[in-house]
Structure formats: C-alpha cells, structure tokens
C-alpha cells in the first residue's frame, strides 16, 4: 500500500495520469516554412490594486481557449510562463495577418478586452502590457528537445526523432 504523504505510488515505474508523455531522445524541428514568433505579456505593478490587473490576467487564458477552438485562426502553439510579477504567453502563429484579424475582429472577445483595457486602465501605470512580433524564416531557427514533454514549435509544429551531436 502507498503512503501518500510521502508521494509515494502504488507503481513507482508508472507516471500519474496528469502526467505529460516524455519523448525520450532527440527531437528535432524544422517546419519547413514561415510563421510568427509572438510574445505577449502583462506585469502587475501593483499588486493591491486587484480590480485593474485581475481582468486582464483572466483574459488570456479566455482567449487561448478561443483560439484553441478554431485553428483557422491562425495560432499554431502557446505556452504561458509566469516571472516575479510579469507574465509572458509564447505564442507561434502562421502569419502576422492571421494576428492582426484576430485583434480586430467584432466576432472574438480580444477587441472588447483591448476596448475594457484601454478604458479602465489605459496609461495609468496600474498595469503593464507589451508584445514583441518575429517573423521566422525557413532556415533562420535551430529548435532541439532533449527528454522533454511535446514542448514549443515541436508542440506547434511537430517533431522528427534528431540524432545525437557529438562535442568536437
């Protein structure tokens, strides 16, 4: 029987559910073609004024799972990663155009966020938001795994088992 308090399990050989699958080895990527590299974050400047930054932290997520359920819109892969009091979201797009559409549209929710941003927050220091936007070239990116769970453009993209490189 296990004791749970220490972590332990019943089969110490097998991986909890909730577990992502590790692809062992190499993994290699190389789309083959263009897409976007697009970072996007916020960062609280201060904390005790929940009212203004909590709407715009619960918002991304709301928008992932919307641009989850429709590929056509363009978002390949996303991760969220959280520093201090700054979150970035990594996201691979297929074109800065599918972006731009995305923003601006009547039918997503992101333009009535952008909208609610700009009035209840606006310039006022409360809250802080940015991107940065890359066009990738075929050729211009090395991207390599080793031992990872389905991780960044091998997410995105997919990946090709990658032989090992030996030190000169």
């Known amino acids: 029987m296990a004791d749970d308090r220490l972590g332990e399990r019943d ?23 263009e897409f976007v590299l697009f970072l996007v974050g916020m960062r609280i400047n201060y ?5 203004k930054w909590w709407p715009a932290f619960t918002a991304m997520p709301r ?7 429709d590929p056509e ?3 390949l892969g ?7 009091r ?11 155009e599918h972006i731009t559409e995305f923003s601006k549209s009547q039918e997503h929710r992101h333009r009535s966020y952008w909208k609610w941003f700009n009035r209840a927050v606006g310039s006022g220091g409360d ?17 390599r795994y080793i ?6 453009l091998a997410a995105a993209f997919g990946g090709e088992p990658g032989r090992r490189a030996e030190p000169e």
């Open 147 to 152: 031992n990872m769970p389905e991780f960044g």
């Open 47 to 51: 904390l005790w004024k929940v009212h």
């Open 78 to 84: 996303s991760r969220m990663s959280r520093k201090g």
């Open 11 to 33: 089969d110490p050989g097998k991986e909890p559910d909730d577990m992502p699958r590790i692809e062992q080895g190499r993994v290699n990527v190389d789309t083959g073609q």
């Open 86 to 96: 700054t979150i970035t979201v990594v996201q691979y797009w297929r074109s800065a």
């Open 63 to 69: 928008l992932l799972v919307e641009l989850g359920e």
């Open 127 to 143: 809250v802080g938001i940015w991107h940065e936007l890359y066009h990738v070239r075929p050729g211009s990116y090395e991207a």
């Open 73 to 75: 819109l363009g978002l």
